[in-house]
């Protein structure tokens, strides 16, 4: 079992910056990521970082705005977020999986462990 604690989430004018943590504990994951649910929409993926070889991915519509690293002393990962939109409003939550293997990185679906959630509001 994996459990993950987001925090950082809060609110801020467009144009402003935000950053999101999420602490990891339990068994190792190979992939952490953040997803992130506006009200009445699905799911989507943002960002996700892979723990050995330290590739990333982001989605298009965060790509150049939003940063994934991770802190492997503190067992964490974080996301900066930069030029946010109000469009950017929504519940962050951070993912882990233990195997990539035939998984994709963009499907919910394919990522065992989940975070509470945090709120993140981007007023205009």
């Known amino acids: 079992q994996v459990q993950l604690v987001e925090s950082g989430g809060g609110l801020v004018q467009a144009g402003g910056s935000l950053r999101l943590s999420c602490a990891a504990s339990g068994r190792t994951s190979n992939d952490m990521g953040w997803f992130r649910q506006a009200p009445g929409k699905d799911r989507l993926f943002v960002a996700a970082i892979r723990w050995v070889s330290d590739g990333t991915w982001y989605s298009d519509s965060v790509k150049g705005r939003f940063t994934i690293s991770r802190d492997n002393a503190k067992n964490t990962v974080s996301l900066q977020m930069n030029s946010l939109k109000p469009e950017d409003t929504a519940v962050y939550f951070c993912?882990?999986?233990?195997?990539?293997?035939?998984?994709?990185?963009?499907?919910?679906?394919?990522?065992?462990?989940w975070g509470q959630g945090t709120q993140v509001t981007v007023s205009s």
């Open positions: 993912a882990a999986r233990a195997s990539e293997i035939l998984r994709s990185v963009i499907s919910d679906h394919d990522w065992d462990y």
